[in-house]
C-alpha cells in the first residue's frame, strides 16, 4: 500500500529541547516536501527535496532544518523549538516535480510546544 | 505573487442536496495545476478533484465536479448529492509545473446537516 508514515502523531515537547519529525515514503518518490497547517491559513511549505542530498527552503523555513541522506526519508528537525512553532505538520511525497502528479500526504503530526 | 482565495470560511448543506465551493487564483502563468483536498477530522490530506489549466474540460469525479473560469481565474468545486461522509474542510490549491510548490487556500469548513 502507497504510504507516507510520519512520527510522532503527537508531540508535547518544551521550548528549547531538539526533536526530530520522521517522514518516509514506500513509493519510491523523488520529491518531498513538509508543511505546517495553521488556522485561517492553509497549508505552508517549510522545506522541500528533489532528490537524495537536494533540498532547499520554501516559504517559512525559518527555525527548521531537513536532511535528505536516503530517498524514502525526509526527516524534520526542529533544533530549538519555540511556541510559535507549535502547528500541525503535514510531511508530502510526490513522484517528480512535474506539476500535475498526485500528492500523497501523511497522516498529520500534532506538535506542541510549551 | 501567486495567491488562491476561498472567501467562504464556512458552508453548510442539508445531506442530499448539492453545494458550490468557491476558489479564485493569481497568476501570470498560463501552464498551471489546481486541486481540491478535503481534510476530515482524522486531519489526512485527501486529493479529491485535480484539473490542468490547459484542458478546457472541466475535471469530474463521481460526485465531485469543478468549475473551471481560466479567464476570470475561478476554480469552484460542485459536490452533488451530498453526503454526511462529505463534510470536512476543504481546501484548494495550485501548483506551476516548473517549481511544483503548492499554493495553498485557507479551506473552507463544509458542514452537512442530516
Known amino acids: 500500500e502507497a504510504q507516507v508514515t510520519q512520527n510522532p502523531r503527537y508531540l508535547i515537547t518544551v521550548t528549547g529541547k531538539k526533536l526530530t519529525v520522521t517522514c518516509s515514503q514506500n513509493?519510491?518518490?523523488?520529491?518531498m516536501s513538509w508543511y505546517r497547517q495553521d488556522p485561517g491559513l492553509g497549508l505552508r511549505q517549510i522545506y522541500y527535496?528533489?532528490?537524495?542530498?537536494?533540498?532547499d527552503k520554501g516559504d517559512v523555513p525559518e527555525g527548521y532544518k531537513v536532511s535528505r541522506k536516503e530517498k524514502r526519508n525526509f526527516p524534520l528537525i526542529l533544533e530549538s523549538p519555540s511556541p510559535n512553532q507549535t502547528s500541525l505538520y503535514f510531511c508530502?511525497?510526490?513522484?517528480?516535480?512535474?506539476?500535475?502528479?498526485?500528492?500523497?500526504f501523511g497522516e498529520g503530526s500534532w506538535l506542541t510546544v510549551v | 505573487a501567486q495567491t488562491v482565495t476561498q472567501s467562504q470560511p464556512e458552508m453548510s448543506v442539508q445531506e442530499a442536496e448539492t453545494v458550490t465551493l468557491s476558489c479564485t487564483y493569481d497568476?501570470?502563468?498560463?501552464?498551471?495545476?489546481l486541486f481540491w483536498y478535503k481534510q476530515p477530522p482524522s486531519r489526512q490530506m485527501i486529493l479529491v478533484i485535480r484539473?490542468?489549466?490547459?484542458k478546457q474540460q472541466n475535471a469530474t469525479e463521481n460526485r465531485f465536479s469543478v468549475n473551471f473560469q481560466k479567464a476570470a481565474k475561478s476554480f469552484s468545486l460542485k459536490i452533488s448529492d451530498s453526503q454526511l461522509g462529505d463534510a470536512a474542510m476543504y481546501f484548494c490549491?495550485?501548483?506551476?509545473?516548473?517549481?511544483?510548490?503548492?499554493?495553498w487556500g485557507a479551506g473552507t469548513k463544509l458542514i452537512i446537516k442530516p
Open positions: 508530502a511525497s510526490s513522484p517528480s516535480p512535474d506539476g500535475g502528479n498526485t500528492i500523497y
Open positions: 513509493m519510491n518518490h523523488e520529491y
Open positions: 527535496s528533489m532528490n537524495v542530498e537536494v533540498t
Open positions: 497568476t501570470s502563468e498560463s501552464d498551471y495545476y
Open positions: 484539473q490542468e489549466a490547459y
Open positions: 490549491a495550485y501548483s506551476v509545473d516548473s517549481n511544483y510548490q503548492l499554493i
